[in-house]
């Protein structure tokens, strides 16, 4: 009887292997959606940080034009539309997550709208495409109500 109570088996059992993996897998359902919605909102974030950026430019070209501008490339960026990636800084290709172009321009009105792209454009319907206008108005194509 001695010998029986010192072999005993030490190791994890299946049934606590499988509640260690559900728990995991609860933990990772909860986290993967919160972190989708992060990305998506820091992306959106660079797309109203370049709109700001954009109608500063426009006031700076008013002011020494009389007159807004109707091509980004008047205003110092490198084509029109503007293509940003999610720093903000000029993309092409598969990084690229808004494009941004002038609208309804006239000597003193214009609309700035970032259309999103690729995997931005699928992720971030509720808010769609971002506008701001001349007069500062902020606007979004989607039904969402925080996307500035």
């Not at 919605?37 to 008013?62: C, E, G, M, N, W």
């Not at 999610?86 to 690229?96: I, L, P, R, T």
């Not at 500062?136 to 969402?144: P, W």
Request: with cysteine; charged share 15%; aromatic share 8%.
């Amino acid at each position: 009887e001695m010998h029986k109570n010192c072999t005993k088996q030490r190791g994890v059992t299946l049934l606590e292997l499988m509640i260690v993996v559900a728990v995991i897998a609860l933990l990772a359902s909860i986290a993967y959606p919160s972190y989708t919605r992060y990305i998506v909102s820091s992306k959106r974030t660079a797309a109203t940080s370049a709109l700001l950026q954009i109608a500063d430019r426009q006031q700076q070209f008013f002011m020494d034009n009389k007159s807004y501008a109707d091509d980004m490339t008047d205003l110092g960026f490198a084509a029109n539309p503007y293509v940003i990636a999610d720093d903000g800084s000029a993309a092409g290709g598969s990084d690229s997550v808004y494009s941004i172009a002038l609208s309804d321009v006239a000597a003193t009105t214009y609309t700035i709208t970032a259309t999103p792209l690729h995997g931005q454009l699928e992720r971030d319907s509720s808010c769609g495409s971002l506008t701001l206008n001349h007069a500062g108005a902020k606007g979004s194509s989607g039904s969402g109500t925080n996307c500035w």
